[in-house]
């Protein structure tokens, strides 16, 4: 069946420092493959998508790139802030009517001033 | 115009019992889906509706039942409640296939 694994956390970043979640896969055909974002007593937030093969999502200064070929969707970050200490989730979609979404376990990032 | 809406925000129930949790989609949007995320971990799909029919079921027991109305709004409903199902359940409603998922703010249900 399909599967999401990204690295654990948490992932504990000073303000301004690089930041970088590993996400993989396994799943049939084309799946279109998001993060999505969870702030503190929050739900899911849609934070980025790409639907195929080499596209890049990108959105608030994050990106991330489908690679088929590695199975990965790993999601980057320049320049961090504080504000962006949350829990993020990758996921796949292979839905065709509707979202039918599988999760990773998540990764808490926690930015400090 | 009013995101995805759960009621309750939270409920406590003991063993045994049942719970029916309610979702309202965006408007226009025709698939409503149930996740469930135990703390500390990813969400977990249990049910897909578009169009009112069941379109997706997850790896859940019979004792998860779920359902859409005409006016697209949903239920989930757990019989016979265990310590285990404690958890945030969030409702996502979306247009079609791979299109954005919009989440609600999810129910937390705590089995005592």
């Known amino acids: 069946g399909d599967s999401v694994t990204q690295m654990e956390g948490p992932v504990t970043l000073s303000e301004e420092a690089f930041l970088t979640i590993n996400c993989t896969y396994t799943?049939?055909?084309?799946?279109?493959l998001f993060w999505y974002v969870q702030y503190p007593g929050e739900g899911l937030q849609l934070l980025l998508k790409?639907?195929?093969?080499?596209d890049k999502g990108s959105n608030k200064g994050f990106e991330a790139t489908y690679r088929k070929e590695t199975t990965s969707f790993h999601l980057e970050k320049g320049s961090v802030q504080v504000s962006d200490s949350a829990v993020y989730f990758c996921?796949?979609?292979?839905?065709?009517?509707?979202?039918?979404?599988?999760f990773g376990g998540g990764t808490r990032v926690l930015v400090k001033p | 115009d009013a995101g995805v809406t759960q009621s309750p925000t939270h409920l406590i129930k003991t063993r045994g019992q049942h719970v029916t949790l309610r979702c309202s989609p965006i408007?226009?949007?025709?698939?409503v889906s149930w996740y469930q995320q135990v703390l500390g971990q990813g969400p977990q799909f249990i049910f897909q509706?578009?169009?009112?029919?069941?379109?997706g079921r997850g790896n859940f027991p019979d004792r998860f039942s779920a359902r859409q109305f005409p006016n697209y709004s949903s239920e989930l409903n757990v019989n016979a409640l265990l310590l285990g199902d404690s958890a945030l359940y969030l409702c996502?409603?979306?247009?079609?296939?791979?299109?954005?998922?919009?989440f609600g703010q999810g129910t937390r249900l705590t089995v005592v």
């Open positions: 996502a409603s979306s247009l079609r296939g791979f299109a954005e998922a919009f």
């Open positions: 799943a049939t055909g084309y799946p279109s």
């Open positions: 790409a639907t195929k093969a080499d």
């Open positions: 996921a796949l979609d292979r839905g065709d009517a509707g979202n039918k979404l599988t």
């Open positions: 408007s226009g949007h025709k698939s």
């Open positions: 509706y578009y169009e009112k029919e069941e379109r």
